[in-house]
């Protein structure tokens, strides 16, 4: 029912068929198409820096952790000279899951 | 199939203006837009060549990946809102070499196409611009056949009464 309605429309419509091709074909011409190899090039980028990223803040953490173990755990808010120590404790709440934003903001 | 480099670079040549071109209508002849989604839709793409099947139509899975982005971009903006700007600057650019008269048929067109609904413009665009068929439409936006073909006689309608309207 709907396909032969559909049928009959669009056969009475032929001018306008024309017409949208006819505009696509005007549009679709105007287009400035982005280089090829941006696009093939451009996910190699993005993979690289997230490789790269993953692996600094892993070994950012290894780090911290291992500095924490050589240190008192316990954390010296009222102490901001002892970089290493909070460092160290915010690492070591990062490893085990247990994450203080406003505190790791507060250090960094 | 993995699409190899080459053969990438063919199927992109061949096929990205008509993408870009689809989705410079489909968000409201946002040039700018159209452009970066198109360099999205190709590296995702490149991204997913392994999946690529040669007996498959490269069409379909191509506008299947358009169609969902599309979709999503709308769901993120209000593209309606910004078309009117847009339109009127896009279409008198690119008409250059036309007669007012045309050009005029042309923002028309446009226009009556930009007012569809959300759920009945893709399905105008994929049948009637892009030359697609109901079955490869279907596959296309996972819907059913005779929704299709309901949306599609509903919008064509409406196309055709605005463009009577103005007796362009």
Known sequence: ?108 | MRLTAEQFRTLYLEHGRRAQGFFMRMMGYDIQLARDMVQDLFTRIWEHRDRFKADASFTTWMFSIAYNMCKNEYRHREVVQTYQEHIMTTTTDIATDDTLEQQQRRQMLAQAINALPENQKPLFLLRYEEELTVPEIARITMLPEGTIKTRLLTALKSVKESMDKYNL
């Open chain 1, 1 to 108: 029912m709907e396909k032969d309605q559909l049928k009959d429309l669009e056969n009475e419509s032929k001018e306008l068929m024309e017409l949208l091709k006819a505009t696509r074909d005007i549009e679709n011409s105007a287009l400035d198409l982005p280089p090829v190899d941006a696009i093939t090039t451009r996910r190699k980028k993005s993979y690289t820096m997230r490789r790269v990223s993953a692996w600094w803040v892993a070994a950012a953490l290894f780090v911290g952790v291992f500095i924490g173990n050589l240190t008192n755990h316990t954390p010296k808010t009222d102490k901001t000279s002892n970089y290493a120590t909070l460092y160290a404790d915010t690492c070591r709440s990062l490893a085990d899951g247990d994450v203080n934003l406003a505190l790791l903001i507060t250090h960094l």
